[in-house]
């Protein structure tokens, strides 16, 4: 219930060669970021009590909805954090407290000239998908429990299990752990309604300036399968974290291990 409350944000190219593979990259094409390999900037998935289509709550944990329209889906397998959000006096955004992590399914509809990133990230109930399985941050820094966690993820179509995102340890992400919350902080704060990208600082004014904030810290790179399949009805999404010193990528379930399987409908 909390997160009903909380606002979502997202990451966009914070994984090397995912937004080439997604088709996303000319969307970007005119945003110029301090290094090549930064991410390209933030987006909004859930605006609570807003009242446009972000107002609606999009997040389950067993169902993934399609759109009722022909759409192109992707899962969009990713890390989430739950962040408490430290305001001055000014209501600038001044820290980012990491508090647990879960598995994200970021599922994005591919549609061509969209002009805004959210405007392809929900589209109703059942529209992303969130681990039930939380894990608590001791820190939000090299030397942390996160170190030892890699992702995975995984169709099943039809009897057969497919590879859909690369096997990637968390240590991987472009940016991550204080140079990703940093980077947020500047971003919340200071990014401008430009191209796909939306001014997240008055988001935060209108709703009040929420406590909290889930973001997803940006999706892997995919496997063949997951490059080549968009989603289908029936199929059945897996997004997997696991500590690669206790578990592996596998669908059984062990204290380390977080799992989340949405039914496609």
Known sequence: MELMNTIGLGVAGNFAHHLEQAGELKDFENVVTAEAHAPKGIFPFYLPRSDSFLGIY????????????????????EIAVLFEIVYDETMLVIDLIAQKFTVFNDCTIRKEGADKISDKKSWGTNSKGIGKTWIEIDRFEEGGEMDAYHL????????IVHPYGVDAPLLGYS????????WLIEK???QEDFGPLENIANHLKDLGYPKQALISIGATAYADF?????????????????HKDLDDCSFD???TKVILHQKVQ
């Open 152 to 159: 995975c993820s995984f169709v099943k179509r039809e009897g």
């Open 226 to 242: 997951g490059e080549k399949n968009y989603l289908q009805h029936g199929d059945e999404v897996y997004v997997i974290a696991y």
């Open 58 to 77: 999009p997040i389950g944990s067993e169902v993934l909805t399609l759109p009722d329209f022909e759409a192109n889906a992707q899962m969009e397998p």
């Open 188 to 190: 919340m704060n200071m």
């Open 175 to 182: 940016y991550f752990y204080t140079k990703l919350k940093v």
């Open 253 to 255: 379930p062990s204290e």
